[in-house]
């Protein structure tokens, strides 16, 4: 019995200019912002790896979130480290 093949680039893949057959992302956000906003970590500094569940689940942490002001995943410090690296790659030229 022949199975008919699917083609993947109708199925929520697509093709890179490598040729690579990749998965179709989204960004928008996995829940609505006032559930985002309740999801919070439990970490005691920095979340700066993956054990942060906020990290882990591509989310940024939020005031509710027990890390502190020394955080490396809030919204502040992740704005300010893309300043930073934007404005170091100017240097680079």
């Given at each position: 019995?022949?199975?008919q093949q699917f083609d993947p680039?109708?199925?929520g893949y697509h093709q890179d200019e490598k040729g690579h057959i990749l998965p179709i992302t989204t960004k928008v956000l996995p829940a609505p912002q006032a559930i985002v906003e309740l999801?919070?970590?439990q970490c005691k500094a920095?979340?700066?790896?993956?054990r942060c569940s906020c990290r882990r689940n591509y989310l940024t942490c939020t005031d509710l979130c027990l890390c502190g002001t020394d955080c490396?995943?809030?919204a502040?410090?992740?704005v300010g480290y893309e300043t930073q690296d934007?404005?170091?790659s100017d240097d680079e030229l």
């Amino acid at each position: 019995m022949w199975q008919q093949q699917f083609d993947p680039l109708k199925h929520g893949y697509h093709q890179d200019e490598k040729g690579h057959i990749l998965p179709i992302t989204t960004k928008v956000l996995p829940a609505p912002q006032a559930i985002v906003e309740l999801v919070r970590c439990q970490c005691k500094a920095y979340c700066s790896t993956q054990r942060c569940s906020c990290r882990r689940n591509y989310l940024t942490c939020t005031d509710l979130c027990l890390c502190g002001t020394d955080c490396e995943n809030d919204a502040d410090y992740i704005v300010g480290y893309e300043t930073q690296d934007s404005d170091d790659s100017d240097d680079e030229l």
